[in-house]
C-alpha cells in the first residue's frame, strides 16, 4: 500500500474507491437509522442542526447530528494532518454568504442536497433522477460562464487563527451533544429527527469530512471539471457513490422504482428540476455544494464559512416562512425562493467576467 | 468561437432574469403564501397544528373506512395529515396507529392490483406513504 498515493490520490480508481465507500457508509447509516435516502445530506442535517439549536420549531426536523459536526472535525483533521489547513479569506464573503442561503433554500425546495440527490436516485426514486438531471444541467450551463471568463476575486491569506473559529465550534457542540444529545432535540417527539446511533454518526461523520477533504468530494464540481477540462477523475467519486448506493439498495431490498412512493419526496418534477438546476448552477459559481463548502470552511476557507452561515440561516427561513417542500409539494414560497436564487445567480454570473 | 459567449450571454442572462422575475410575480400573485406549514408552529401559536380539526377528519376517516370507502377514507386521512402532520410520524405521540400502518400499505397493494383504481385515493394513500416514511427529519 503506498500511503502517499492514499493520502494524495489522483488516479480514478483511488477517487471512485473513496466515493464508493462514502456511498456506502451513507446507505448504512440509513440502515442504522437516519431516514430513507439521508444517510448523507449536508442540507437536511443542516435544517435538523438549526432546529436543535432553535433556530426553528419544527420538532421532527431538530437534531444537532453528529454528522455534520464530524464532517467538519474530520475535513479539518484531514486538511491539518497533510499541512492543507490555510486560514484564508475576505475574496467574496457577502456573495458566498447569498450564494450558500440560496443554494440551501433551493435544496430544501427539492428535498436534498446533491448527495442526497444521488441517494434518492440510487433508491429508485424518479423524482430523485429528474433532479439530478436538473443538477447536470445547472452545471453545464454555468461552465459556459466559466469559459467565458466568469471568476470571483480571490481570498487573501489571514493568521491561522481565524480559520480554527468552525473547527472550534464543532469540537464544543460535539463534545456537549456527546452527553446530553437528546436535549438538543425538541421535547415533543422521543429524539426529533429520526436518527442513526449517535456514535455510528459521528465516526461516519468523521469519515466523510476526512475522505471529502482527503479527494475534494463534490458532485457539482466532478460534472464541472469533466466538462471544462475532459478530466473524468474527479466525477469518478460520486459515480462510484452513486453505484455503491444503488447495489447495497439492491441487496438490502430498498431499491424500487418509483414516482408517487418515493419517501419523504413530492412528486413536482418541473420544480425537482429546475430547483436543483439552480443549485448547481450557483454551487459551480461559489465554487462548492453545501458539502464541499463544509469541508472548505474546516480547511480554512472564510469565504466558505461566510457561505455556511448562509446555509444556516436559510435552513432556519426555510422551515419558519415555508420555503422548504413536502410530500404534499413545492409551496409557493418554495417557488419564489428558486426564481429568486436563480435571478441572483444570473446577475452574478453576468457581471463577474472579465472583459463584460 | 463559442456560441454562448460574450454579449450573447449576457443577453441570455438578461433574459432568464426577467422570465425568473416574471414567473416569481405570477407565483405571488396566484400562490398561496400563507403558509408555513402547521407543524412549525411552537404549542399557542397561530398556525399551530389544528388538532381539533385533525382529530375530526379522523373520525370521518373511521366512520368511511367501517362503512367500507376507502377512497373517502385516504381523503380524510390525508385531509387530517395536512391539518396535522405528527398523525402519520411512528415516533409521535398522536400517531394513528401500527394498524393504520399495516392498512395504508394493504390499500397500496390493492391499488397497484388495480383493486382499488381511483385516481384521486391513489394520489392520497402515496402522499400519506410518503409523508409516512420520508423527508429531511
Known sequence: MNWRKALYPESAALLAAAGALLGALAVGLTVLGNPASTGLCASCFLVNAAGAVGLHARESQSYLRPEILGIVLGAFFAATATREFRARGGGSPVRHFLGGAFILLGCEVFIGCPIKALLRTAGGGAAGGVGLAGLIAGVLFATAYLRDGFSLPAPSMLPEGAGLVLPAAAFLLLALASGVAESFAASGFPAGARHAPFAASAAAGLLFGAVGQRTRFCVTGGVRTAALARDFREAAGPLAFLLAALLLNLFTGDFTPTLSLEPGAHTDLPWAFLALAMVGFGAVLVNGCPFRQLVRASSGDLDAVAAVAGMVLAAALSVRWGIGSSPAGVTAAGKIAVLLGCVFFLVLAAWKRKGE | ?137
Open chain 2, 1 to 137: 468561437m463559442e456560441i454562448l459567449s460574450g454579449k450573447r450571454l449576457t443577453l441570455l442572462a438578461v433574459i432568464l432574469s426577467a422570465a425568473s422575475i416574471a414567473g416569481g410575480i405570477g407565483v405571488a400573485a396566484t400562490g398561496d403564501l400563507r403558509l408555513p406549514a402547521a407543524d412549525v408552529a411552537r404549542p399557542g401559536d397561530a398556525g399551530a397544528p389544528d388538532r381539533a380539526g385533525a382529530s375530526a377528519e379522523v373520525a370521518l376517516a373511521k366512520e368511511a373506512e367501517s362503512g367500507g370507502d376507502v377512497a373517502a377514507a385516504l381523503a380524510h386521512y390525508r385531509a387530517a395529515t395536512l391539518l396535522d402532520p405528527r398523525l402519520v410520524d411512528p415516533r409521535s405521540p398522536v400517531f394513528l396507529g401500527p394498524g393504520f400502518e399495516a392498512r395504508l400499505k394493504d390499500w397500496i397493494a390493492a391499488q397497484k392490483k388495480g383493486v382499488v383504481g381511483d385516481p384521486r385515493a391513489r394520489s392520497d394513500a402515496a402522499y400519506l406513504f410518503r409523508r409516512m416514511y420520508g423527508g429531511c427529519g
